[in-house]
C-alpha cells in the first residue's frame, strides 16, 4: 500500500520562485527519502532523512521532518526550468520496504 | 558513482511473445535489485525483490509465472514478461542498492525504465 500522500499532486511556479511540497505518512518510520523523476526516465536520489534528523541540506534543496505530525516536506530555492519533473517522498518502515508516493509534478516556467 | 543501467529502454512486442528487460550495476555490486512498475502519472509499484543467487520475492498479486525474474550474478537481474498482453503494457523500473543487508536504508539508484508496449 502507498503509506506516503504527497502535496500538491502539481505545481507550477515561475524560475526563481521556491517550490515546497509536502508528504504525510501513516506509520512509524526509519526514514524518508526524496527522489526526482523527469518525465520517462528513472528516478534519482535526492535526499534521505533518518527518524531522528529534523532538517536536511542539500545545495538548493531543504527538507524537513517531523515525526509527531508524520509529515516531511522539500523545498527547492532559487527554482530553475531544468527542476521542471515529479518529486516523490518514499518511507521505509522498520523492517519493511521502501514505500512511494503519488508525488508531485512540478513545472518551473522560465 | 552508482550507475545502473536498463536495456532496452523502450519495447514494442506482440500479445502472445515475451519480453526480457535486463538491469544491471555498472560500477557496484547489488546483492538486492527491486522492479518496480509505474503507470503514466502514478507512483511506483514494487513488484518483486530480486536477491543474487535466490528466489525473488514477488508482492501480493504479483504473478511470479509472469513476471520471471533471475538475479544470476552481483550486477545483472532479469525480469521477462511472459506472453504479454496489452494491459501488461507499462513503464517497468529497476533498482539496486550499494549496501547489502541495509537496502532500505540507504539511497537506491534507479535504472532510467523500459517503456513496454504490447499490441
Known amino acids: 500500500s502507498q503509506q506516503g500522500e504527497e502535496d500538491p499532486q502539481a505545481l507550477s511556479i515561475q524560475e526563481g520562485e521556491n517550490a515546497t511540497m509536502n508528504c504525510s505518512y501513516k506509520?512509524?518510520?526509519?526514514?524518508l527519502q526524496w527522489y526526482r523523476q523527469n518525465s520517462g526516465r528513472g528516478l534519482v536520489h535526492l535526499i534521505l532523512?533518518?527518524?531522528?534528523?529534523r532538517e536536511k541540506h542539500s545545495g538548493r534543496l531543504r527538507v524537513t521532518l517531523d515525526t509527531s505530525k508524520k509529515s516531511s516536506s522539500l523545498l527547492i530555492t532559487a527554482s530553475r526550468a531544468a527542476d521542471t519533473a515529479s518529486y516523490f517522498c518514499?518511507?521505509?518502515?522498520?523492517?519493511?520496504?521502501?514505500?512511494f508516493g503519488e508525488g508531485t509534478q512540478l513545472t518551473v516556467n522560465p | 558513482g552508482a550507475v545502473v543501467s536498463q536495456h532496452p529502454s523502450r519495447v514494442i512486442c506482440k500479445s502472445g511473445t515475451s519480453v526480457k528487460i535486463e538491469c544491471r550495476s555498472l560500477?557496484?555490486?547489488?546483492?538486492?535489485m527491486f522492479w518496480y512498475r509505474q503507470f503514466p502519472k502514478q507512483s511506483l509499484m514494487l513488484m518483486a525483490t530480486?536477491?543474487?543467487?535466490?528466489?525473488?520475492?514477488?508482492e501480493q498479486g504479483v504473478e511470479k509465472d509472469k513476471f520471471l525474474i533471475n538475479h544470476a550474478s552481483l550486477t545483472l537481474s532479469t525480469l521477462t514478461v511472459t506472453s504479454a498482453h496489452p494491459e501488461d503494457s507499462s513503464f517497468y523500473i529497476c533498482?539496486?542498492?550499494?549496501?547489502?543487508?541495509?537496502?532500505?536504508?540507504?539511497?537506491?539508484?534507479f535504472g532510467n525504465g523500459t517503456r513496454l508496449t504490447v499490441t
Open positions: 506509520t512509524s518510520i526509519n526514514n
Open positions: 530480486s536477491n543474487e543467487g535466490s528466489k525473488a520475492t514477488y
Open positions: 518514499a518511507t521505509v518502515t522498520s523492517g519493511s520496504r521502501l514505500t
Open positions: 532523512i533518518r527518524s531522528n534528523e
Open positions: 560500477d557496484f555490486q547489488a546483492t538486492t
Open positions: 533498482s539496486a542498492s550499494k549496501i547489502s543487508g541495509s537496502s532500505y536504508n540507504s539511497p537506491l539508484h
